[in-house]
């Protein structure tokens, strides 16, 4: 088989397979932001900080700890950074008034509502039904590949019904991964 011809069915499930797993992976990134009851430290390592004029991710600026479950701990590399940070923190949608007492900023967590976890699980649900709807369009683009395969006589119809339903099988193992990692958050949520 020439370069120039159409991918392989392996290179075809191999890359439907990648890109499944990274939908999955991007999922529970996105989910590691969102607030639960408890404090972590990727609540806060991800906000923009202005550092040099350059939005700069605080977990560059600060050593940041979680001293007790409801207390996220700010401690800059450079004293001189407190104000920005602290700043940040307060433009974040954290809906959190940081504490500084010179060297190091406190983030209390105040207990969430049960009106705001009922719309963290809505945020949740959200994000889970757009990583499945983004596994499905893979799905797609696999099954549109294989058949134009099947189409050019690279393969035969039997393989491709084959390698059809592999797609499938791993579309459906990846849902259910998404299901579980957003049923495991909206517990998390809820706990009080």
Same mark, same amino acid.
């Given at each position: 088989?020439s370069?120039?011809?159409?991918?392989?069915v392996?290179?075809?499930?191999l890359?439907a397979? @990648? %890109?499944m797993?990274?939908? #999955?992976?991007?999922?529970?990134?996105d989910? !590691?932001i /969102?607030r639960t009851?408890?404090?972590s *430290? =990727?609540?806060?390592e991800?906000?923009p900080?202005?550092?040099?004029?350059?939005p700069?991710p605080?977990?560059?600026?600060?050593?940041?700890?979680? *001293?007790d479950p409801r207390?996220?701990?700010?401690r *800059?590399?450079?004293k001189? @950074?407190?104000g920005?940070?602290?700043?940040a923190i307060?433009?974040?949608?954290?809906?959190?008034?940081p504490?500084?007492d010179?060297?190091?900023i !406190?983030? $209390?967590?105040? *207990?969430?509502? &049960?009106?705001? !976890?009922?719309?963290? =699980? +809505?945020? #949740?649900? +959200? %994000?889970v039904?757009?990583?499945? #709807?983004s596994? !499905?369009?893979i799905?797609?683009?696999a099954?549109?590949?294989?058949?134009?395969t099947?189409? @050019?006589?690279q393969?035969?119809?039997? &393989?491709?019904?084959?390698a059809? &339903?592999e797609?499938?099988s791993?579309?459906?193992k990846a849902?259910? %991964?998404? @299901?579980?990692?957003?049923?495991? +958050?909206? $517990?998390? /949520?809820?706990?009080?």
């Open positions: 088989m370069t120039d011809e159409a991918l392989s392996d290179d075809i499930l890359d397979d @990648d %890109r797993d990274k939908s #999955v992976k991007a999922l529970q990134d989910l !590691r /969102i009851g408890r404090a *430290p =990727a609540l806060v991800h906000i900080v202005t550092y040099y004029g350059t700069t605080l977990l560059q600026l600060a050593v940041i700890g979680v *001293p207390m996220i701990t700010v *800059p590399f450079n001189s @950074d407190i920005e940070i602290q700043k307060m433009k974040s949608d954290l809906g959190i008034t504490t500084n010179g060297t190091m !406190r983030l $209390a967590l105040p *207990p969430l509502t &049960e009106e705001r !976890r009922r719309e963290l =699980a +809505k945020q #949740v649900k +959200k %994000r039904e757009e990583a499945k #709807v596994a !499905r369009n799905r797609r683009d099954n549109k590949a294989l058949k134009a099947e189409s @050019d006589k393969i035969s119809e039997d &393989e491709m019904e084959l059809l &339903e797609v499938q791993m579309l459906e849902e259910e %991964r998404i @299901d579980e990692i957003g049923k495991a +958050k909206e $517990a998390e /949520i809820m706990e009080v």
